[in-house]
């Protein structure tokens, strides 16, 4: 299963529509293998749809992540306007700078020894 991050650039700022997992939901076929969408509606600097699909691969699945949004776009009528910026698997960097920068006992990890060493 892959998430990918949808990126969705609004008409003249609007804010996103209510119900777009519905909206989504509502337009994917069996082939796009959807399993779930996740709304970010205030992410910087454009909202955000994740959808979790099932894929063969990682370019598969931003693919048809970004076929399923281009057809929500143009066929729910609360997304007239509405375009896809980009479509890809997010970086989880950040996440584990944070989790290596937590104290914690010296290791593979953190500044120390290796305790196997």
């Known amino acids: ?16 529509p209510d119900g777009v997992a519905d909206l989504v939901r509502s337009v994917a076929t069996p082939a796009d293998r959807l399993e779930h969408v996740a709304v970010h509606p205030h992410a910087v600097p454009d909202p955000v749809l994740g959808l979790y699909l099932l894929a063969d691969g990682l370019a598969d699945a931003e693919s048809r992540a970004a076929g399923l949004c281009e057809r929500a776009v143009a066929s729910a009528a609360p997304l007239h306007g509405w375009s896809v910026a980009r479509a890809g698997a997010p970086l989880v960097s950040p996440f584990y700078e944070l989790e290596l920068s937590r104290s914690g006992p010296a290791g593979r990890n953190r500044q ?6």
């Open 1 to 16: 299963m892959y998430l990918i991050h949808v990126q969705l650039l609004a008409p003249d700022g609007a804010p996103l």
């Open 112 to 117: 120390g020894t290796f305790p196997s060493t």
